[in-house]
């Protein structure tokens, strides 16, 4: 896995140098891109925090209790369905009080409390690569 963040930090700094600087012109905010990097690969490291952004992908918005039945579907490579509720509540209280938290704080999602609905923000480009790159790995085929 520490290879595939290393492939996906490889593009995306390419893609910024590309993108953001001219001929002859120093990097600006250096520091600042380096924390923002280290914080997404410290948040997208749980393989629970990917699986929440990988269940956001194709609706942008769900209820925590619709990921969490989702996260343990692919965990154990189950038809979402056969989830018993008892197990959803242990791992979605994880999430609650762990996961989300961080997802909410890198700017990756928002979590609304009292609606239990998580709504999928813009990724960042180094985002989307590492998920890409992860996927094949992370889901069931």
Not at 12 to 28: A, I
Not at 81 to 86: I, Q, Y
Not at 93 to 108: D, F, K, W, Y
Not at 119 to 137: F, G, K, Q, T
Request: glycine content about 2%; overall charge negative; hydrophobic content about 35%.
């Amino acid at each position: 896995m520490k290879t595939l963040y290393l492939a996906a930090a490889r593009r995306y700094h390419v893609m910024e140098n590309n993108h953001s600087r001219k001929d002859g012109e120093t990097p600006t905010g250096t520091h600042t891109r380096e924390a923002r990097v280290d914080e997404i690969f410290t948040v997208l490291s749980d393989s629970r925090r990917r699986y929440v952004l990988y269940a956001l992908q194709d609706e942008p918005q769900a209820s925590v209790t619709d990921i969490t039945r989702q996260i343990i579907a692919w965990e154990h490579e189950v038809p979402a369905e056969t989830v018993p509720d008892e197990v959803v509540a242990e791992i979605e209280t994880l999430l609650v009080h762990s996961h989300l938290p961080q997802l909410r704080n890198a700017g990756l999602v928002d979590y609304d409390q009292r609606s239990e609905q998580l709504v999928r923000r813009d990724l960042p480009a180094l985002v989307e690569i590492c998920l890409e790159h992860c996927a094949e790995h992370d889901l069931p085929t």
